[in-house]
């Protein structure tokens, strides 16, 4: 959108690379990203580690086990974007010989214990089945050195009279049929904060990101999109009124704005037990 | 209607100052109507400028009858000495008063017109003699353009009482110095500089003209504004909780009596509120593929 219209006529952006949300800058605010090694559990397309850069960080490991997610973050973030304002912004250096893409499963990280100083897993944890918490955990915590920052972005389970919970709703049931495990779990922030407790992490802070969230109509068609494929892959008789029913509601809900979205931050020791 | 410190200028000026921009396309009777109502909602800080069409004459009448109440800002798009003289002495004869309050250099865009303004001969020499003549109280500046230029503009001028500039989400959302006119504003409040925000209600740009005529566009605004209450007061509520002292209403007077009843009712935004405003707009207007999060 060209609000400058009788200025240079440069609001554009290019569209290839990304302005850091401020879900992510103020998660980072308080962190120590500067010279750090980190890891963005969950890349998505790149945000988070696009604001890590921008904060200074000494390297960033951007894992995601999904192809098409790693291609996006490639672009947007690693060397076709770099030169931009966000590489300037971080002390003149290039993005992208700091920038690792790195195609894994979070249950199994192809890195060393103890390589990473700061890890985040902004808007991880809702599409992560509650029978993989712990693995993830796990594995999370092996490869952070002592002393290590973690970050956890997430959303608190809906209000009961939101109206895109039905659209959620739809979208597990879903995949729970298709694939046998929930798209969308909304854990709230002391459950993730317990689950970390238990290996050893402590809470830093809490903060509020998104109060309400956004759920745009991007949003909203996208969880639609999402609801419709997966019930593509079963039987019609199954499948159609469910894909009939998430097209419903998105037309229905259009775009809402409910819910919390909260960072947590957390600490492991400086030593090991 | 609150009222925050305009800097060190001693003036509390209300939360909303009144773009007299507004004037300029109503007859005088429907001119006078529109003073009394912003008047009537509390509004203290009125800005006006000789661009702006015959909003000046049109704002005189009503002025003069109210003149102790109100903080008169004018400015001039003048860059030399003389010019910027002649162009106050028509401002003051135009709008019937002896001193206007705040005058600022309007519309910077350069750092070329900076180094103009600033150096001997310049239009600042006439703002400067006009303050020791009495026929100006404050000095400040306006521009949408580069929040480095501005910022250079913040160190070469020692007397900068007050920075008129743009304050929006969509653009706060956006990455970049270009961008970055919140470093201007903590600037500001560092050096106690008085801030005035403009562009808080652009939503978009209007089509291209070949989709929509010039004379076809249902607003007066170079921009497309939000028109709806809910949209004008989050956009009132995020530029007035952003640091600034006071946010100048959209162009438009179909608009100023929504966004005086924002105004009235503002009780802050917080970082949480303004985030997800910021995100929504920029969900809106993403390039980038559809995502299932923020």
């Known amino acids: 959108m060209d609000l400058d219209a009788d200025a240079d006529g440069d609001e554009e952006g290019d569209g290839s690379t990304t302005d850091v949300p401020r879900t992510v800058t103020a998660a980072l605010a308080d962190r120590p990203v500067e010279g750090r090694v980190c890891l963005e559990a969950g890349a998505g397309i790149g945000n988070t ?203 229905a809900v259009g775009e809402e704005s409910a819910g919390r979205m909260y960072s947590v931050a957390l600490r492991l020791p400086e030593e090991h037990g | 209607m609150e009222t925050r410190p305009l800097g060190d200028t001693g003036h509390d000026s209300t939360v909303m100052t009144f773009g007299a921009i507004a004037l300029n396309w109503l007859e005088q009777e429907g001119a006078d109507q529109m003073v009394e109502l912003v008047l009537d909602a509390g509004v203290n800080h009125f800005d006006v400028a000789p661009t702006y069409g015959d909003a000046e004459l049109k704002l005189g009448p009503k002025l003069r009858q109210h003149r102790e109440e109100i903080f008169l800002g004018c400015k001039t798009q003048e860059r030399t000495v003389d010019a910027a003289r002649a162009k106050l002495d028509r401002s003051l004869d135009r709008l019937g008063v002896d001193t206007i309050d705040l005058y600022q250099v309007h519309g910077l865009e350069y750092e070329e017109e900076l180094d103009t303004i600033t150096a001997e001969g310049g239009a600042l020499e006439a703002f400067r003699d006009a303050k020791a003549e009495g026929l100006v109280d404050n000095i400040g500046l306006t521009s949408h353009a580069d929040p480095d230029l501005i910022l250079d503009a913040v160190d070469r001028i020692d007397d900068l009482d007050t920075l008129m500039l743009p304050m929006n989400p969509v653009v706060a959302g956006k990455d970049g110095d270009e961008y970055d006119y919140e470093a201007v504003l903590e600037r500001a409040n560092e050096e106690g500089i008085g801030t005035l925000g403009i562009k808080a209600f652009a939503g978009g740009s209007w089509p291209p003209t070949d989709e929509l005529a010039q004379e076809d566009r249902p607003y007066c605004n170079w921009y497309r504004p939000v028109d709806t209450y809910e949209e004008v007061r989050e956009r009132f509520d995020f530029a007035a909780s952003s640091g600034l002292t006071s946010v100048i209403n959209a162009g438009d007077p179909k608009l100023v009596a929504m966004i005086l009843d924002a105004a009235r009712n503002y009780e802050g935004m917080d970082d949480a509120a303004r985030r997800s405003l910021v995100e929504r707009l920029r969900h809106d207007d993403s390039p980038v593929p559809e995502q299932l999060h923020h």
């Open chain 1, 49 to 251: 580690s696009a604001g890590l850069l921008a904060a200074g960080a000494d390297r960033v490991y951007a894992v995601t086990n999904d192809r098409g997610h790693a291609e996006t973050v490639r672009d947007r973030v690693g060397p076709a974007a770099a030169g931009d304002a966000r590489a300037n912004a971080a002390g003149g250096r290039a993005a992208d010989d700091r920038l690792a893409v790195v195609e894994a499963d979070l249950r199994s990280v192809p890195l060393d214990a103890d390589a990473v100083g700061l890890v985040t897993a902004h808007g991880l944890f809702n599409v992560v089945p509650p029978a993989s918490l712990d693995r993830i955990a796990a594995e999370l915590t092996r490869v952070a050195a002592p002393g290590a920052h973690l970050v956890v972005d997430d959303y608190d389970p809906l209000p009961d009279d939101a109206a895109v919970r039905d659209l959620f709703a739809v979208e597990n049931a879903a995949t729970e049929l298709a694939t046998g495990s929930p798209a969308l779990t909304f854990y709230p922030a002391a459950v993730l904060a317990r689950l970390f407790a238990g290996y050893g992490w402590t809470v830093d802070r809490e903060r509020t990101l998104l109060d309400p969230v956004p759920w745009t109509g991007r949003h909203v068609s996208a969880h639609a999109a999402k609801a419709r494929g997966a019930a593509s892959s079963l039987r019609p008789e199954l499948g159609d009124p469910l894909a009939a029913e998430a097209d419903r509601l998105a037309a």
